[in-house]
């Protein structure tokens, strides 16, 4: 019902920075929480960031904070995901996941991958020292 299409990644030097966008299809994701996780070669996925209806509720995880934000654009359909000073620790691929019916009452519930109903199938983004 819902489709995310994630794009911007590539390869970028340490220091640079990159824009990731998230496009979605079959219906608004205006009222949903949104979500970009990352998920690097021989480890789990974990959270980078969410966004939630209210354009002031945004959240990340320790190791992009100051450096990564992220935005929505509802006219668009669109999630973004600005990433500066990027570190090789950073390469992974980046997806983009949208939580339909959000209702945690806590940020670290965004958090949680089980969370979202909806999944992009990721963009790669290689940071290189």
């Known amino acids: 019902q819902v489709q995310l299409v994630e794009s911007g990644g590539g390869l970028v030097q340490a220091g640079g920075s990159l824009r990731l966008s998230c496009a979605a299809s079959?219906?608004?994701?205006?009222?949903?929480?949104m979500g970009w996780f990352r998920q690097a070669p021989g480890k789990e996925r974990e959270f980078v960031a969410t966004?939630?209806?209210?354009?002031?509720?945004?959240y990340y995880a320790d190791s992009v904070k100051g450096r990564f934000t992220i935005s929505r654009d509802n006219a668009k359909n669109t999630v973004y995901l600005q990433m500066n000073s990027l570190k090789p620790d950073d390469t992974a691929v980046y997806y983009c996941?949208?939580?339909?019916?959000?209702?945690?009452?806590?940020?670290?519930?965004?958090?949680?991958?089980?969370?979202?109903?909806?999944w992009g199938r990721g963009t790669q983004v290689t940071v290189s020292s």
């Open positions: 996941a949208a939580d339909m019916a959000p209702s945690c009452s806590d940020n670290y519930c965004y958090t949680q991958t089980s969370r979202y109903d909806y």
């Open positions: 079959g219906r608004t994701v205006s009222s949903a929480a």
């Open positions: 966004i939630r209806k209210s354009l002031g509720r945004t």
